[in-house]
């Protein structure tokens, strides 16, 4: 437990550098051109006087010049430090939006390309590292019975997906040798017996046993063929490691090869620190 807080305090610090260095990026554009412009503009405006423009450009440009010595110096503490906040704010703004529109336009390519593949043509393709078939979500077919250790087994493979860089496809409704039996009897154990009822069930596994924020990862869509309903769950990868809690021990799943693997310790922490590092 302590190797993982380590790491997680480890994957944070990751973090800090990229918005530190974006922030004294940030500061160094607010001294070096925000300042000049500034200077610029109030100079142009206020002090001009020659009616030649050429000629009141250059004088702007020989006192933003002087100005930015001045300010190099030390000469303008105040003005500085205010100029070098404000673009330390502009930085920090920028780095959060460049965060948010990778991992944005990622979601989209990644859920294009997997709503483009038809159904009959994915489950032809057969279980593999990005596909995975699973039965039903809490319907025992051996013990014909509702059995909850059931929802492990598929949250166990979301969270593999959801630590593997390129995330995967599960489709529930299907058996392992790709015959399709529906989610009939997944719907009968539900309170609300549908396609809604079905879709809350699954996100609410997810918010509670793997974090609410990793909700948005995972795109649920329905199919029906031949009358028999399929589940199709969309995994996209996540921006941070993925642990599911089993009694008081967290898990780290990574999905390898045509199943998902239970890493220890050391493996866990080696492959979060490559796959995110910043």
Known sequence: MKRFLLLIISLWQQRFKLYFFAALIGALTGVLIFYPIYDFIFFYESEGTSDDIQVQINTALTYVYSQLKTSLMGGTPGKTLFLGQLGSVFGLIMAAIYEMLHWRLQRINRLSSEISVNLHTLIRQGE??????????????????????????????????????????????????????????????????????????????????????????????????????????????????????????????LRTGGGTRDLNIQEAVEFIAHRWKR
Request: proline share 3%; glycine share 8%; net charge neutral.
């Open 128 to 253: 593999g590292p990005l596909l995975e078939f699973k039965s039903s979500f809490r319907w025992d077919l051996e013990q014909d019975r509702v059995n909850r250790t059931l929802e492990t087994v598929v949250l166990k493979t979301l969270a593999g997906y959801l630590n593997n860089s390129l995330g995967g496809t599960l489709l529930i409704g299907v058996t392992d040798s790709g015959e399709i039996i529906g989610l009939e009897k997944d719907y009968k154990s539900l309170k609300r017996q549908d396609q809604d009822g079905y879709e809350q069930a699954i996100i609410t596994a997810i918010s509670t046993q793997l974090g609410a924020d990793l909700c948005q990862f995972v795109k649920v869509l329905f199919h029906v063929i031949d009358g028999k309903h399929v589940c199709r769950l969309i995994i996209l990868a996540s921006p941070r490691p993925v642990f599911l809690n089993q009694g008081k021990t967290p898990k780290f799943y």
